[in-house]
C-alpha cells in the first residue's frame, strides 16, 4: 500500500496544523512496520474492528519490515503518513531524531518478546548449533588459523564434523528488517566474541568489531528472502537442506511443517525465551504518531486494546499466536504509559 494524499473535496474531518502541513481525518487507523509484529497486530486490528462495529473501522495493517515502517512513520504528520508502526527492535536514535525533527511526537508500546529461530523442515534432522557454529556459516570474513579471512567454508561439515554434510544455504530477511538488525547482533555478534582476536577487537574498536560481526556474506550462502516470513516457510519445505530465519511466532505457527535449531544447548521454545535460557530472543514493539491521536478515529482505542489482559495477557489471544508475554508488572506499568500516550524521549 503507497500512502497518498487524499484530493481535499475526498477528505471529511478535523484539519490539524503540524510540521507545515494540514493533516485531515481519515476513517480507520493505518499501521505499517515489522513482519514479526505483523500477525500480532493483525489479531488485535480483527478483535478490535468486532468489538467496536458500527463505531470504529478495523485498521489497516502493512508488513513493510521495521526500518520500512520507521521511514513512512517518521516522514511527517497527515492522512498519507502512517498512525502506528510496528518494530521487532527499539526504535534507533537516527529514527527517533528523524520524527523528532518533522514534529512528530512518539509514544513507545513494548508489547512482548520474541525468539529468533533457525529452523529447516521436519524432513530432515533439525540442526544442533552454536552462536560461534552461526558466526562462521554466516559472516563474510571469518577467523581462521588467526587470521581474517574471506568465509571458506561452503558446507555445514566443514565449520564442524558433527554438522550435516550440506550445502550452507540459510534464508532471511533483508536489511530493512528488525529481525535481521537483532540476529547480526545476538546471534552473529555474540558468536564473534567466542573468538579471541575478535573479542580483543571488541575491546580495541569497536567500530571495526562491528563491521566483522555484523557483515553477513553474498557468495550465495545466505540468501534474501524479503519481508514475507510465510514465503520463507514454502522455500523451506521445498529445500529440506535450507535453513530459515525468522520470529518463533512463525514456527510456533508451523511447528506440523518446520522444526527449530537448538542454540548453544537451548531450544527455541516458548518457555525457554520466556525465561531467558534461548540466547537469540528480543523484545517488540510498536510506536504510536501523537498528532494523529483525535484525528484519525479509534487511536487511543486500539492502544487500549492491544495492552488489554485480553490480548497480551497469560491467557491472551496473541499468546495463541505465538507472542512471549512480559511479567504482569511490566504489563500493568506499559499499559499506564501507553494509554496516558506518554511522549517517548531518548
Not at 70 to 76: E, I, N, R, T
Not at 148 to 173: A, R, T
Request: hydrophobic residues 40%; aromatic residues 8%.
Amino acid at each position: 500500500m503507497k500512502y497518498r494524499a487524499l484530493p481535499l473535496a475526498a477528505v471529511v474531518g478535523l484539519a490539524m496544523t503540524a510540521a507545515n502541513s494540514d493533516a485531515f481525518a481519515r476513517d480507520r487507523i493505518q499501521i505499517v512496520g515489522s513482519s514479526t509484529v505483523f500477525p500480532f497486530s493483525t489479531a488485535v486490528a480483527e478483535q478490535f474492528g468486532k468489538d467496536n462495529k458500527g463505531r470504529f473501522k478495523t485498521p489497516v495493517v502493512e508488513s513493510t519490515g521495521s526500518g520500512g515502517g520507521m521511514k513512512l512513520f517518521c516522514a511527517g504528520i497527515g492522512v498519507e503518513h502512517p498512525d502506528i508502526t510496528n518494530a521487532s527492535r527499539r526504535i534507533k536514535p537516527s529514527e527517533f531524531k528523524k520524527c523528532t525533527d518533522a514534529g512528530i511526537g512518539i509514544t513507545e508500546v513494548k508489547i512482548g518478546f520474541d525468539g529468533i529461530v533457525l529452523a529447516n523442515a521436519k524432513a530432515t534432522k533439525p540442526f544442533v548449533l552454536t552462536k560461534k557454529q552461526i558466526f562462521q556459516a554466516l559472516a563474510a570474513r571469518v577467523p581462521v588459523d588467526g587470521k581474517m579471512v574471506e568465509n571458506p567454508y561452503k558446507m555445514w561439515s566443514d565449520i564442524d564434523s558433527s554438522l550435516p554434510q550440506v550445502k550452507i544455504e540459510v534464508l532471511g530477511p533483508p536489511p530493512t528488517s528488525g529481525t535481521r538488525d537483532a540476529f547480526v547482533e545476538l546471534a552473529m555478534e555474540g558468536g564473534a566474541r567466542k573468538f579471541e582476536a575478535l573479542a580483543a577487537l571488541r575491546k580495541s574498536d569497536k567500530k571495526a568489531f562491528k563491521v566483522a560481526a555484523h557483515t553477513i556474506r553474498e557468495d550465495g550462502a545466505f540468501v534474501e528472502a524479503g519481508e514475507n516470513d510465510n514465503l520463507i516457510v514454502q522455500k523451506l519445505l521445498a529445500n529440506p537442506n535450507a535453513i530459515g530465519i525468522f520470529g518463533f511466532s512463525f514456527l510456533d505457527q508451523n511447528e506440523d511443517k518446520i522444526q527449530g535449531a537448538s542454540v548453544d544447548g537451548a531450544e527455541p521454545s516458548f518457555e525457554n525465551i520466556a525465561s531467558g535460557d534461548y540466547g537469540v530472543s528480543r523484545s517488540l514493539f510498536f510506536y504510536v504518531k501523537q498528532q494523529h491521536v483525535g484525528v484519525v478515529p479509534g487511536i487511543k482505542e486500539f492502544v487500549q486494546a492491544f495492552t488489554s489482559d485480553k490480548a497480551w495477557g497469560d491467557e491472551g489471544y496473541l499468546v495463541d499466536k505465538g507472542l512471549i508475554p512480559l511479567p504482569a508488572d511490566a504489563r500493568k506499568e506499559i499499559n499506564a504509559s501507553a494509554t496516558s500516550l506518554a511522549p517517548l524521549t531518548m
